[in-house]
């Protein structure tokens, strides 16, 4: 079968996919990734055929606009301006689209393009699956992930989970409506034609473990919770000689990453300098798409390292919260401390408190030499937070999300 994966965004919303297309070409699918050029060594490197995108999400970033968003957080004005940027780039999104799915047997859409992929895939006469990152189908079970973790009961979250759809599909109406016009099809608005994937009971797949976020007691058939799907691993790759000679000459660092977050308070990097300081911890530091650079004679600065390797070596990560580093972080077996900004990085650090494997978050705004020192000693000195965190690895470890999407491929 040729299947072709369809993601937009972050490097976090593309490396995971390359795990997935590794085992269906292991299956003996045929598979292509269509994503921003950014990545397109990350792609072929997994072995994966390329088709690119429109779209840089690291320029997006560090526009005026993107520098806003990361202001507003997680926040309901931060969930509200998200939509709103979302809509100007939406329409370029849809004409990258307009060529995908010409020689593919099957679609696979992430969170990000599912809104206009599944026109594609109604034009081209094939069929679609969702694998979103992200739980995004309204629950009681717990709120919209673009509004943090705090509940406001089954009820409120429902509503609130269904006000986010609305908005959501506001955002992408113009470019999907513009999107089938261009492939000859109906216009129709995008809140019907979810309407109408919901009552079809459209599958989605979520590369999320069950044991971090179970399945959604109120949700319908067809969405599942299916285990994380691991980015591909370069076979090629060896450690800097630097990076195992700091490993070796002292006891286990903490980890500094904040991946693909490209716009950083210039003075995080003295903060963070500060903290570790303070804590008395060796650090290693990845630079990330925010070029972050932290003066300390114990810190080590890198740049781009697989995170399953790095990360069992260390003692703690501080992250972003992202849901990529999120689920490295889980799968290492490490405890974190999270610094989230936007979008769904809120929710998940939340996660790792309720899960007991996380201090308690530091939204970035606030962040301070002082509260980061005082996370990263919280989860260094109390060994329950790493005996929590290896525990929650082993049962992951038992989960293979990869195999739940090719026992649902058509």
């Known amino acids: 079968m040729r299947v072709e994966i369809v993601t937009a965004g972050s490097r976090g919303d593309v490396a995971p996919y390359t795990g997935l297309g590794q085992a ?53 004005r931060g969930t509200v301006e998200f939509a709103s940027q979302g809509r100007r780039y939406l329409d370029a999104l849809g004409d990258g689209l307009l060529d995908v799915g010409v020689d593919a047997d099957l679609l696979l ?91 079809a009971r459209w599958p989605v797949l979520h590369g999320v473990s069950p044991s971090v976020l179970p399945r959604p007691t109120d949700w319908r058939p067809g969405l599942e919770m299916v285990g994380y799907w691991w980015p591909a691993s370069d076979p090629g790759w060896a450690p800097p000689p630097e990076l195992t000679e700091f490993l070796r000459a002292g006891p286990p660092p903490v980890l500094i990453t904040f991946g693909s977050m490209a716009v950083l308070d210039p003075q995080a990097g003295p903060a963070i300098g500060t903290a570790l300081r303070r804590a008395g911890v060796r650090a290693v530091v990845q630079a990330g798409w925010g070029d972050l650079r932290v003066a300390d004679d ?55 408190v309720r899960l007991g494997v996380g201090a308690e978050p530091i939204p970035a705004r606030r962040l301070t030499a002082d509260r980061l020192a005082d996370a990263i000693r919280t989860v260094v000195d109390r060994p329950e937070h790493a005996a929590r965190a290896r525990g929650l690895a082993e049962r992951i470890a038992t989960e293979d999300g990869c195999a739940e999407v090719l026992a649902a491929l058509p």
Request: glycine content about 10%.
């Open 24 to 76: 269906l070409r292991a299956a003996g699918h045929q598979v292509t990734l269509t994503t921003h050029d950014n990545f397109t060594d990350l792609v072929t490197t997994a072995g994966l055929d390329f088709r690119p995108l429109p779209g840089d999400p690291y320029a997006a970033q560090r526009t005026a606009e993107g520098q806003r968003l990361h202001r507003y957080g997680g926040s309901l």
């Open 109 to 199: 859409l992430a969170t990000t393009t599912a809104p206009l992929g599944y026109s594609v895939a109604q034009r081209r006469g094939i069929p679609s699956i969702g694998v979103f990152l992200q739980p995004v189908a309204p629950t009681g079970d717990f709120p919209p992930v673009l509004l943090g973790d705090r509940s406001w009961g089954r009820r409120g979250n429902r509503l609130l989970g269904l006000a986010g759809s609305a908005v959501s599909a506001r955002a992408y109406d113009r470019a999907s409506r513009r999107l089938r016009r261009r492939l000859g099809l109906p216009s129709v608005s995008l809140a019907r034609l979810l309407a109408q994937a919901e009552r």
């Open 298 to 352: 114990d810190a080590l600065r890198i740049g781009e390292v697989p995170h399953d390797w790095l990360m069992p070596r260390v003692a703690a990560v501080v992250h972003h919260a992202g849901a990529g580093t999120t689920a490295a972080a889980l799968r290492a077996g490490v405890p974190s401390v999270t610094v989230p900004a936007i979008a769904d990085q809120p929710f998940w650090a939340a996660r790792l």
